[in-house]
């Protein structure tokens, strides 16, 4: 079982603590944690319709493809895997929703004690952290939670 520090937001003014054998399953179960606690804001659905006339004013489909057709097919070929691509682009899935890939970021794994209390008393000290798409974010926390993988276990943390 591995420990990781993720945060979330577009100023990372959230972080959790999850107990997950992989980084995967620990993204799974933070994304639940925020959404069962009110923060749907963060996830966002792909605009499958701005990417596909995005994709037509590039030349890269025809114009005359409109977004129900792909949909209504109901397979994917290379017309709608390109839409599809560009739509979700910069997104991170989870089985709570998308997430905007420069609003989450793996802050630390496997944390020592010693630096969990850091993390947890930690003011703005100018120190920058980069998210999963590379780009700098805040350091300054509002909320804290913890969760451990499976059981669901729930401890708010200030």
């Not at 979330?8 to 069962?36: I, K």
């Not at 802050?107 to 700098?136: F, I, K």
């Amino acid at each position: 079982m591995h420990r990781y520090v993720l945060w979330f937001g577009a100023y990372s003014s959230v972080r959790v603590l999850v107990y997950a054998p992989t980084l995967e399953e620990a993204l799974e179960d933070a994304a639940q944690e925020l959404r069962d606690r009110g923060w749907g804001g963060l996830f966002t659905e792909p605009d499958y319709e701005d990417a596909l006339e995005d994709l037509q004013q590039k030349g890269k489909i025809p114009l005359d493809v409109t977004w129900g057709d792909i949909s209504a097919c109901g397979v994917i070929d290379a017309v709608s895997g390109k839409v599809l691509d560009a739509a979700q682009a910069d997104l991170t899935y989870t089985e709570s929703g998308w997430i905007p890939s420069w609003e989450w970021g793996i802050m630390v794994e496997d944390p020592s004690r010693a630096d969990l209390l850091a993390l947890a008393h930690q003011e703005c000290d100018g120190t920058v952290y980069r998210n999963s798409a590379g780009v700098p974010c805040g350091v300054h926390f509002r909320e804290h939670y913890h969760v451990r993988s499976g059981s669901r276990e729930k401890a708010a943390n200030a």
